[in-house]
């Protein structure tokens, strides 16, 4: 393995352990709202009996949760939500259901071993706490904790599949209403086709063409999640990533993301020959500017962007077959672009009548040393 793709498996090492870490806290931190909530509400009605241990109630309860936020953040949600994307809804459904009921029953096993050695005061292994962990299967409280923890994992997979439609973080903006109404952004685009699509489409025919187009938007898609880069739509073999200014400026965050969708690309080259018999090669442009951003539409709802800078962003990748480079920027983006990822250098291409537009702008590309 060469350095750079250690890189990049790096980054996306680090983008699913970061996730499975607030998976983590945020399952915990549900698990002992729900026993506190629980316990107040009992003691309050006196309901409570002089043998109940807190400590034991508690720290299996602790258990119960971490090893959920565990085995849920890096195994279980990562699987459900690839069975998602690759399966028909119930093909998927079914391995969803099946994958939980296993992951419950190994969960709660593990907490009721624990509560049942403390409370009998023996090892976790003696008959009698055998006994009473397989009891435990038939009471109430492990029905309630089935069906609570099932609503979780539900809500958690619809929050990773809004971001997977509208990108990371504009979850909790749109679960607030925050784009109800217009409101005015900063923004940075990138316009990224595929070069010589239409001959690639007479060449594969339809269905062929399709599932190309299907693999290609896939395997870049860690590429711009990574770079906290919000896809903003897919028109037929184009994709229009945006970033919020702060988040694609960090560590070259935006530029980073061509880089990385090549590497990719590359790194899956003998996967598109063998299937399809050609390597997709792609074309990007850079631009930045203000927006209006707002939800729109009425029987289906989404999020869009409205202002020049879209344009222009088209028109600077329009150009990059005629100037014969793969990535184009606006000069203006460059300058307050600065800070690049390592190893890119950026070079001027001059200046260049865009198409729709009264004068001339810079444009500069980038190269990988």
């Known amino acids: 393995m060469d350095f750079k793709l250690s890189r990049y498996n790096s980054r996306q090492l680090w983008f699913y352990t970061k996730r499975a870490f607030w998976i983590l806290i945020s399952w915990v931190f549900i698990s002992n709202t729900l026993f506190f909530y629980e316990y107040f509400t009992l003691k309050s009605e006196g309901i409570l009996s002089s043998a109940f241990d807190f400590e034991s109630s508690f720290t299996a309860n602790l258990i119960v949760g971490v090893?959920?936020?565990?085995?849920?953040?890096?195994?279980?949600?990562?699987?459900?939500?690839?069975?998602?994307?690759?399966?028909v809804f119930w093909k998927a459904l079914l391995y969803i259901v099946g994958t939980y009921i296993v992951g419950a029953l190994l969960i709660s096993t593990i907490g009721a071993l624990y509560f049942n050695s403390q409370n009998l005061g023996v090892p976790f292994y003696h008959p009698d706490v055998l006994v009473a962990t397989q009891i435990f299967f038939s009471t109430w409280l492990f029905l309630k904790n089935f069906i609570v923890w099932l609503f979780i994992v539900i809500v958690t997979l619809i929050v990773l599949i809004v971001n997977d439609k509208y990108g990371p973080g504009v979850f909790p903006d749109y679960l607030m209403g925050r784009y109800f109404h217009p409101k005015h952004e900063r923004r940075i685009f990138m316009f990224a086709d595929i070069k010589n699509a239409t001959g690639i489409a007479e060449t594969l025919g339809e269905e062929k063409y399709f599932n190309f187009l299907k693999d290609f938007f896939r395997h870049i898609a860690p590429a711009i999640v990574q770079t906290r880069g919000d896809v903003y739509q897919y028109v037929g073999d184009e994709v229009v990533v945006s970033w919020k200014m702060?988040?694609?400026?960090?560590?070259?965050?935006?530029?980073?993301?061509?880089?990385?969708?090549?590497?990719?690309?590359?790194?899956?080259?003998?996967?598109?020959?063998?299937?399809?018999?050609?390597?997709?090669?792609?074309?990007?442009?850079?631009?930045?500017?203000?927006?209006?951003?707002?939800?729109?539409?009425?029987?289906?709802?989404?999020?869009?962007?409205?202002?020049?800078?879209?344009?222009?962003?088209?028109?600077?990748?329009?150009?990059?077959?005629?100037?014969?480079?793969?990535?184009?920027?606006?000069?203006?983006?460059?300058?307050?672009?600065?800070?690049?990822?390592?190893?890119?250098?950026?070079?001027?291409?001059?200046?260049?009548?865009?198409?729709?537009?009264?004068?001339?702008?810079?444009?500069?590309?980038y190269k990988k040393g």
């Open 246 to 365: 702060k988040q694609g400026l960090k560590r070259g965050n935006a530029i980073q993301c061509y880089f990385s969708m090549q590497r990719i690309i590359k790194r899956k080259s003998y996967k598109y020959l063998k299937k399809y018999g050609i390597v997709p090669e792609f074309k990007v442009g850079y631009h930045f500017g203000p927006v209006m951003v707002g939800e729109i539409g009425a029987i289906k709802r989404d999020i869009a962007f409205s202002g020049d800078v879209l344009n222009t962003t088209a028109r600077i990748q329009s150009i990059c077959n005629e100037l014969d480079v793969k990535i184009l920027a606006s000069k203006e983006f460059a300058n307050i672009a600065y800070k690049l990822p390592k190893g890119v250098t950026k070079q001027d291409m001059g200046k260049e009548q865009l198409r729709g537009k009264a004068e001339e702008i810079g444009l500069v590309t």
């Open 67 to 87: 090893s959920a936020g565990l085995i849920g953040g890096l195994f279980t949600i990562n699987l459900m939500e690839q069975w998602l994307r690759r399966h």
